[in-house]
């Protein structure tokens, strides 16, 4: 059994939602906050004796905004987990920040208490399509964020961007990727979304009263092929549908998501993921804030068939695929004999591939690999959801 445990914080907390956000998320008073980050230190610490048997390996801080919390409610919660954890000399330690909500301070404080990486939400670099989307910062903000996080002895940064934004063009989601790429150093790492119009948002709300303008489908096209070929022209590789980095700098933290490593979820609608057993925590504040220890719910042993589907549907985000002897190991067959109907289709019609050419030989199937081709990866919804079983 895999003794390695990824950690996920979640604080909720934000100066103002963003117009487009759907995340359990929204702003608080200081007071909340910092009775939320010592109900989160509870937590964290009451469930240590749990994952006793683990290393973590990974620890991910995320939100909301993280850095509206008070420095030292970071610092502790870092430090409650090397109190009670083992946590793993090289972990990834990841914590999301917005420009305008930190200082080069905070960003040095962060840094010395274990943070090795950040990931910055930039999402475009014209203020007019900030405004539009409801972020809280400029351009230049973003800039002063990220100088003052190199200046900190940040080496591994993560960049946001989002493409089809409200009366974008091709040309200003261009400048976007270029501002971003002619950064001095460059981000090792680059997260590229197509906004998604999600029910209940503000933006959502205004799309449905004919109120916002988006770029239509051949320009988000145009968009997607934009970031994938200027970002392999600048030495990204694409890792994940939306993840581009350049060598040695994948988020390891989201490759343990998408190949099913054990996850400890803490904060206020968490989720877990430990020994094929999902739970998450509730999203009532309040009962959070009243008793952090004892708000696990949806606990559900996941069945044989479950895991194959997650195994498939998650592990084919990944550009590199899904391992045939990885699968036969696990579940005692080959993907064949439960999905040879749909990846057969699938290869046929260009949107799927082995990576060997002696797909078949039972001997060899170790080495196989089936992943997306270029032509999936533009579908991959379409593809992926044939695998639910």
């Known amino acids: 059994m895999d003794d390695r445990l990824e950690l996920y914080f979640h604080i909720p907390f934000c100066v103002?939602?963003?117009?487009?956000?759907?995340?359990?998320?929204?702003?608080?008073?200081?007071?909340?906050?910092?009775?939320?980050?010592?109900?989160?230190?509870?937590?964290?610490?009451?469930?240590?004796?749990?994952?006793?048997?683990?290393?973590?390996?990974?620890?991910?801080?995320?939100?909301?905004?993280?850095?509206?919390?008070?420095?030292?409610?970071?610092?502790?919660?870092?430090?409650?987990?090397?109190?009670?954890?083992?946590?793993?000399?090289?972990?990834?330690i990841t914590m999301e920040v917005n420009p305008g909500t930190v200082s080069e301070k905070a960003l040095s404080r962060y840094r010395e208490a274990g943070v090795n990486r950040l990931s910055i939400g930039l999402q475009s670099a014209d203020d007019k399509e900030l405004a539009s989307i409801g972020r809280i910062h400029t351009w230049e903000q973003f800039l002063e964020t990220y100088t003052e996080a190199r200046k900190a002895d940040f080496r591994?940064?993560?960049?946001?961007?989002?493409?089809?934004?409200?009366?974008?063009?091709?040309?200003?989601?261009?400048?976007?990727?270029?501002?971003?790429?002619?950064?001095?150093?460059?981000?090792?790492?680059?997260?590229?979304?197509?906004l998604i119009l999600?029910?209940?948002?503000?933006?959502?709300?205004?799309?449905?009263?004919?109120?916002?303008?988006?770029?239509?489908?051949?320009?988000?096209?145009?968009?997607?092929?934009?970031?994938?070929?200027?970002?392999?022209?600048?030495?990204?590789?694409?890792?994940?549908i939306s993840n581009y980095a350049k060598e040695g700098c994948e988020c390891r933290h989201n490759r343990g998501y998408w190949t099913r490593e054990n996850y400890a979820g803490f904060g206020l609608g968490a989720a877990s993921l430990v020994e094929n057993v999902r739970f998450k925590n509730g999203t009532d504040l309040q009962a959070y804030l009243a008793n952090s220890s004892g708000c696990r719910e949806d606990v559900r042993q996941l069945s044989r068939e479950e895991?194959?589907?997650?195994?498939?549907?998650?592990?084919?985000?990944?550009?590199?695929?899904?391992?045939?002897?990885?699968?036969?190991?696990?579940?005692?067959?080959?993907?064949?004999?439960?999905?040879?109907?749909?990846?057969?289709?699938?290869?046929?019609?260009?949107?799927?591939?082995?990576?060997?050419?002696?797909?078949?030989?039972e001997e060899r199937?170790?080495?196989?690999?089936?992943?997306?081709?270029?032509?999936g990866l533009d579908v991959s919804n379409y593809v992926m959801a044939q695998f639910l079983l």
């Open 16 to 92: 103002r939602k963003c117009f487009y956000c759907d995340f359990l998320s929204a702003p608080a008073d200081e007071g909340t906050i910092k009775r939320y980050m010592e109900a989160l230190l509870a937590e964290t610490a009451g469930s240590a004796l749990s994952y006793a048997k683990y290393t973590v390996s990974s620890i991910f801080i995320g939100g909301g905004t993280p850095s509206v919390a008070p420095v030292f409610c970071i610092e502790d919660m870092l430090g409650t987990v090397k109190e009670h954890y083992s946590l793993a000399q090289d972990a990834e």
């Open 156 to 194: 591994n940064i993560n960049v946001d961007i989002m493409s089809a934004l409200p009366g974008q063009t091709l040309s200003r989601y261009r400048n976007t990727l270029e501002k971003v790429l002619s950064l001095e150093p460059a981000p090792e790492h680059i997260s590229a979304y197509s």
């Open 198 to 240: 999600e029910e209940g948002t503000h933006l959502y709300d205004l799309y449905e009263k004919g109120m916002l303008e988006i770029p239509d489908e051949d320009t988000d096209r145009l968009m997607y092929q934009e970031t994938k070929e200027l970002l392999a022209r600048r030495g990204y590789r694409r890792y994940e």
């Open 307 to 361: 895991q194959m589907e997650e195994f498939m549907f998650l592990g084919l985000r990944m550009t590199e695929g899904v391992d045939e002897g990885l699968f036969r190991r696990l579940f005692g067959c080959g993907m064949e004999e439960v999905y040879g109907e749909v990846i057969g289709k699938n290869i046929r019609d260009g949107l799927l591939r082995m990576d060997c050419d002696f797909a078949g030989k």
């Open 365 to 375: 199937a170790a080495l196989r690999r089936l992943s997306l081709t270029e032509k």
